[in-house]
Structures are given as C-alpha cells and as structure tokens.
Nanobody, 121 residues
Framework: PLVESGGGLVQAGGSLRLSCGAS????????WGWFRQAPGKDREFVAA????????YYEAPMKGRVFISRDSNQKMVYLQMNDLKPDDTAIYYC????????????????WGQGTQVTVFS
C-alpha cells in the first residue's frame, strides 16, 4: 500500500512537502506520481518521476511551483510544493505504475489514500 503524509493547513504563499511511503517490493521498477482532487472537481495530474529518478514531468497549474523526487533506498516519493495558492486546496494522492503513459493518464495504477492540503488566504 501507499501511505501519504505531510498535508495540512498553510497560508497562501507558503510551502509543504508531501511524502509517500511504498512497501512494494517492485518500487524501483515503478514510475511514481502525484495527483490531486479538489471538492467537486475531477482528479488531476500534478507530477511524475520515472523509475530512474532522472526524468520528471509536470503539468499546469502547479508546474513551476512543485518538485517531485524519489528515494529508492527508503521507498519514498516526495512532492515539494511552493508558493501555494487557495486553489491548490485538494486531497493529494500518490500513485505508481510500471507503465509511464498509464501513470500520467491516471489509468490502472496504484493509489494511496490521500492527504489533505488546505491553503488559506
């Protein structure tokens, strides 16, 4: 299972670092990513990092404000979020897949239970 942590309440302009712990034995064979879902909205892609840890991909609206990383020894995935805005308020989910395209599309992948991020102005 995937277990996210690091969410919380933060003032606009602040930062948070989300963490995701994976127990999968195949951690190094997987690409890992982060998604988010705001109330009343569909789940959307935030960032992904490949199995080598050298290639990352980001999409708007958080592109340029987030940084994804992984620690294969610790089986951890991180999302550093900076300059947070009230519109970033959402549940953030960690996800993994051995197939990059599926991960980015959010299809047929492993999901964590999510961690709440609330940004107030």
């Amino acid at each position: 299972p995937l277990v996210e942590s690091g969410g919380g309440l933060v003032q606009a302009g602040g930062s948070l670092r989300l963490s995701c712990g994976a127990s999968e034995q195949t951690f190094t064979d997987y690409n890992w990513g982060w998604f988010r879902q705001a109330p009343g909205k569909d789940r959307e892609f935030v960032a992904a990092i490949d199995r080598s840890g050298t290639n990352a991909y980001y999409e708007a609206p958080m592109k340029g404000r987030v940084f994804i990383s992984r620690d294969s020894n610790q089986k951890m995935v991180y999302l550093q979020m900076n300059d947070l805005k009230p519109d970033d308020t959402a549940i953030y989910y960690c996800a993994g897949s051995s197939i990059w395209s599926r991960l980015v599309a959010g299809m047929n992948i492993y999901w964590g239970q999510g961690t709440q991020v609330t940004v107030f102005s």
